[in-house]
């Protein structure tokens, strides 16, 4: 079937480590996109992509970084420089213009 | 910010009852989505409304869209136990080269009572 994958569901990071999250889709979209959810809140957006080998900073990109070297690929790195990382990362993908969709997400905490 | 605000932050209701929720925002959109979410999974598409529209069906959803007030409401009828989530506004905004970037807003925790 297809869908869009992330991983893992749950990851922890410790004092001034680096982190990458992974989101895969076999949807053939060209654009994909990552939003950051606290709790209680809505999602913010980080980066999106809206063609391989091109990102976009979303609203909250400081601390972040993406490669989209692949149309199937999106990972987001985490970086120490993210002061309060503890959140709920979404990952989704869509056609140009049409409704995302949404992979299960990553919890990542803290150490 | 350009983010969508939505009312009721939270929403109880029994089986059976119809629920409305409402999302106000604040630019030019080109459309306007509502999403769903469980508790702890990904966010799942409901029903998209283009801004030339003014109101549409799916299901048990009703989208309505007033781009003269800037606002949308979710009409859930008849509604179950399984409609418990939170739900999502999401807008589209019109110009600019970030076509199809999303705009959330802080959504609406939905409880249906058996």
């Known amino acids: 079937d297809g869908g869009i994958t992330q991983s893992p569901k749950y990851l922890f990071r410790k004092e001034g480590q680096n982190v990458t999250l992974s989101c895969e889709q076999n949807l053939n979209h060209d654009a994909m996109y990552w939003y950051r959810q606290d709790p209680g809140q809505g999602l913010r957006l980080i980066y999106y992509s809206q063609i391989v080998n091109d990102f976009q900073k979303g609203d909250i990109a400081e601390g972040y970084s993406v490669s989209r070297e692949k149309k199937e690929s999106f990972p987001l790195t985490v970086t120490s420089a993210q002061k309060n990382p503890t959140a709920f990362y979404l990952c989704?993908?869509?056609?140009?213009?049409?409704?995302?969709?949404f992979g299960d997400g990553t919890r990542l905490s803290i150490l | 910010s350009q983010q969508g605000e939505e009312d009721p932050q939270a929403l109880s209701i029994q089986e059976g009852e119809n629920a409305t929720m409402n999302c106000s925002y604040k630019t030019s959109i080109n459309n306007l989505q509502w999403y769903r979410q469980n508790s702890g999974r990904g966010l799942v598409h409901l029903i998209l409304?283009?801004?030339?529209?003014r109101e549409k069906h799916s299901g048990r959803l009703r989208v309505t869209l007033d781009t003269s007030k800037k606002s949308s409401s979710l009409l859930i009828t008849a509604s179950r136990a399984a409609d418990t989530a939170s739900y999502f506004c999401?807008?589209?905004?019109?110009?600019?080269?970030?076509?199809?970037?999303?705009?959330f807003g802080q959504g609406t925790i939905l409880t249906v009572h058996p």
């Open positions: 989704a993908s869509s056609r140009l213009g049409q409704p995302q969709h």
């Open positions: 409304i283009r801004s030339n529209e």
């Open positions: 999401a807008t589209d905004f019109a110009g600019g080269t970030s076509y199809g970037k999303l705009t």
